[in-house]
């Protein structure tokens, strides 16, 4: 045996030499439907620990084939007793169990090594690559930092989607929810924004904690094995919970993101959480509650369920210099049902974010993808979280949509349209085009200037609306070929200026003579 | 009335010394009048185990996995009883699966001194 075994187990031993210090413990008066009810324990916290004695009576080989103590969360204080949620398997819990306090609140381990693993709210790996050593044990529930301990969101969180980071500028420590309903692409905008972050030097580029609460193991498995081909698990983690979970893990998953995102924070860190999705999580909450026999609300939801989500979203936060600059960015993502945001969980969550991104079946279905209704879809932090060089180009692209919806609607009555309407119709049409995308393809923000600075230009004139895609993707190739110290400057300096946009102008030219062919085929 | 706010009154007079063929008497008549009657049985076992609670808590009971044991212990034993402010005699039960060593609970606190929990926490510490 090695020296380092043996000087281990010494170790261990060592550290077992303890004095006899006095357990406080409970017994189990009643279990069912994942809820303990503890006789006892009544120095408890809310939100602690306690650890089901399940050796008792077995003899110690049996014990040992439990890998690990069986834990429950404290979240009923009564008179005599307390409620406890089992965080694990219920059937192992017994009447007349031993319960004991361990005095920690619930928390789970971070570092970095947290980073690119497949975890679950308790910290454990799901992913089969080993047990994971946390630097830190972070509380899964905190409170949020002070107005003071915060500064001004002024930084880009560029999406890699154009209509998003042109019109919906997300900026670094934002609140930006993504609502519609099933099958619009709301977890495409998340996944998108996570493989974009790779565009990102590595000093900027935020580490992503995608938190999945109740998915379809499939589609958990399916987004894992997308940012692992895009090469994003790099700076990745994943908090998975699927739907056969117990409650309590759904419960918890969120607030375990969060807590991963804060160790990064702290360290001076930029951190982008989603969470997929907060209906869920309200669902998970109201079926905890109703078992622990709180009075149910409005919809049978608990009455805090407004305080669930604001004490969730309000720890993202950017942080002024002093507390090291750090920042999380959330996006939230509520489902609603046949388009009705006015039901009780999303206006709650609207209310408590700096923002909505809108997706519409319909507009899903004609084909425009990102379905995003920009006219409804807001950012309440705005062109503050964009790169002067996005706010130059971007500034005409919302009012030339808002004509084009007003004309869209009256065209189908006039059979005779003047040739200025007719003009706003089309560019509008190449607009609607230009900003639609394909899945798990983002954009880098230079890439994007340039194609809008095109189409507020002269470079989809003489083309149609079907073909502008087509031009769009030439162009930036073409650019890329020719000119790629164009997309290296924006890059750098994050600006367009004049003389690089007299460049451009050029380039648009140089294009459209090289390639008329598109052009002309369009016309056919 | 629930059967829960039964047992605990029947139990909260009992404790209190008052007569239990009182107490009882009382029990059957409130029952009767609000025609509670086939409760009666549970409640009386309910009323039994809290009372059967109550006693195993104001005792301290040692959990030993021999006798052997519980002759290396019994100083250790009473000396951290003493520590506790616990005046009265422990009821001794043998339990093998402890493996050695003792543990003691006494109202809401434990005592654990077992080797199964040692030697459990020092697998479960280098396996993990």
Partial sequence: MSTAIIERIKKEIEELETDSVPEEIGVVMTVGDGIAEIDGLLNAQMMEMVVFDCANGKDLETSMSDSSDLCGLVLNLEEDSVKVVVLGETRQVKEGMTVKRTGKLLSIPVGEDVVGRVVNPLGESMDGKGTLEGDADMPIERVAYGVMDRASVNEPLHTGIKAIDSMIPIGRGQRELVIGDRQTGKTTIAIDTIINQCHEPLERRPICVYVAIGQKRSKTAGIVAKLEEAGAMEYTTVVATSASEAAPLLFLAPFAGMAIGEYFMQEGRDVLVVLDDLSKHAVAYRQMSLLLRRPPGREAYPGDIFYLHSRLLERSAKLNDELGGGSITALPIIETQEGDVSAYIPTNVISITDGQIFLETDLFNKGIRPALNVGISVSRVGSSAQTKAMKKVAGKIRLKLAQFRELEAFMQFASDLDDETKARIESGRKYVEILKQSQNAPIPFERQVVSIYGANGALFDGAVAHNVREIESSFLEFIEREYNNIFETIEKSRELTDELAEKLDGTIAEFKQSHRQLYEVAKD | ?128
């Fill in chain 2, 1 to 128: 009335m629930t059967k829960d706010t039964y047992i605990k009154s029947t139990a909260s007079l009992l404790r209190e010394g008052k007569d239990p063929t009182r107490v009882l008497g009382g029990l059957r008549s409130t029952l009767a009048r609000h025609n509670h009657e086939r409760i009666l049985r549970q409640v009386l076992v309910g009323v039994q185990r809290t009372l059967e609670a109550d006693a195993i808590q104001s005792t301290p009971t040692a959990i030993f996995a021999s006798k052997k044991g519980e002759q290396k212990y019994k100083d250790t034993l009473k000396k951290q009883l003493s520590a506790l402010g616990v005046t009265a005699e422990p009821r001794v039960v043998f339990d093998e699966s402890i493996v050695g060593g003792y543990t003691v609970t006494y109202g809401d606190m434990l005592i654990d001194r077992s080797y199964k929990h040692s030697l459990l926490t020092l697998y479960r510490n280098l396996a993990h």
